[in-house]
């Protein structure tokens, strides 16, 4: 029997998603196993690319290729970054090329798979449920990890020596751990899965009300234990995102507009807070509310990021430098924002904050309530963005999002066609 193109696209989406998300217990079971790493993010990309290239030619030799707003926003955004990626070759010759193809799977691989899954039709439904069980089982491990004040994994360094797993101790002085990683690489990790995860338990409709609000409580209260100011901020925009457009689900405009200022108001509103707050002086405390020692040595490390990027030459400024944080380079950002204009350019980094502007648009259109959720949390990037960079985790979810609202707007579609 062959093997269907379509079985293969789910199958890569699947394996995707469980790869980048899951990534530190695959690690840790491959160095218990193996005693050193088999499978790696790079070495899936490689593989990803390969077959996503050549189930691309297979579309377009079958002339089956489906685009909707959605999938032309993500072809638009991938050739766009591919074009910053060859510049990049040309401009950046001192950057390995590992980094130079990492870029690829890092920040291009996530689009292309949205591309490829609007071409079938996928019940996201399983997938949605899987973040929530990974959330749950996360929310477990990061109180397990507080209240005993250990990790509980089996190792906490990979075959190079390199530690996993980061809880920023330094900054607290506590009994107990304070930021607890639970099954991901970081306390800022495990809430964003946390917070990802939660999203389903609000929007799932086959759910007892006692239920949902026993879940959603269980998950904030374990999102307190990553100790990481920056997802407080995050699930409580993403909170008053959800709100405001739950209560005004039936006017398009006046939701669109109300969420638009919400973000730009949170935005200016988050950067005024850091820019106050990091002028403070130093003083490590028990308390993760009034220890402002982070948010100083950020300050520091942005404006070292901003004079190393004013360095570059104008085409550097303009297209990046092909690295980021994770390229080995002594730069710490901590900011979607700088990350980006390194790493593309002042074009590059506008290009980006499009797509996700420009997605959730789309989004708010829709009909469909259930994306609500969804829409909100991918809109937090901006606010998230400007005290972290994005990383793989949210990238995989932006996936997830960009995927299910592709499905959503081929439903409709068929729906209207069907009224017509």
Not at 184 to 196: P, Q, T
Not at 223 to 243: A, D, H, K, P, S
Not at 259 to 286: D, E, H, K, W
Request: glycine share 6%; aromatic share 18%.
């Amino acid at each position: 029997m062959k093997l269907k193109y379509s079985t293969v696209i789910k199958v890569l989406i699947w394996v995707h998603f469980i790869m980048w998300i899951l990534i530190i217990p695959i690690t840790e079971f491959q160095l218990m196993l193996f005693g050193k790493k088999i499978i790696t993010l790079f070495t899936l990309g490689v593989i990803e690319l390969i077959i996503s290239f050549f189930l691309i030619i297979i579309l377009i030799l079958r002339k089956k290729i489906y685009l909707n707003s959605v999938c032309i926003l993500s072809i638009n955004f991938v050739l766009v970054m591919i074009f910053f990626w060859l510049i990049g070759f040309a401009i950046n010759v001192d950057t390995p090329l590992y980094w130079k193809f990492y870029y690829i799977f890092y920040w291009i691989m996530p689009v292309v798979l949205i591309i490829i899954g609007s071409q079938i039709k996928f019940n996201f439904r399983p997938i949605l449920k899987a973040v929530a069980i990974m959330a749950f089982i996360n929310a477990v491990f990061v109180l397990v990890q507080h209240f005993s004040n250990n990790l509980i994994w089996p190792f906490d360094v990979d075959d190079l020596g390199n530690t996993l797993f980061f809880i920023s101790s330094e900054y607290y002085n506590s009994e107990l751990a304070i930021r607890c990683p639970g099954i991901c690489m970081s306390g800022l990790d495990s809430g964003a899965l946390m917070i990802f995860g939660m999203l389903f338990v609000i929007g799932e409709k086959k759910l007892k009300t006692w239920k949902r609000v026993l879940l959603i409580t269980f998950f904030i209260y374990a999102t307190w234990y990553t100790g990481t100011r920056n997802i407080y901020l995050f699930l409580g925009f993403v909170m008053v995102g959800m709100l405001i457009n739950y209560c005004f689900k039936e006017k398009y405009k006046l939701k669109k507009n109300l969420t638009v200022l919400y973000t730009i108001f949170s935005f200016l509103t988050v950067i005024f807070m850091q820019i106050n707050l990091g002028s403070i002086t130093q003083n490590a405390t028990r308390s993760i509310i009034t220890d402002f020692t982070s948010m100083n040595i950020r300050i520091i490390s942005w404006n070292n990021a901003l004079k190393y990027f004013s360095s570059g030459n104008i085409f550097q400024q303009l297209f990046g430098r092909s690295i980021w944080q994770s390229a080995g380079y002594p730069l710490v950002l901590d900011n979607m924002y700088l990350e980006l204009l390194i790493m593309v350019g002042i074009i590059g980094m506008l290009c980006f904050c499009f797509f996700i502007f420009k997605l959730s648009l789309v989004a708010i259109r829709t009909k469909e309530t259930s994306i609500i959720p969804y829409y909100s949390y991918v809109l937090g990037f901006f606010i998230y963005g400007t005290l972290n960079v994005i990383g793989s985790l949210n990238l995989t979810f932006l996936m997830i999002f960009g995927l299910y609202l592709s499905q959503l707007i081929g439903s409709e579609k068929n729906e209207n066609q069907h009224c017509d």
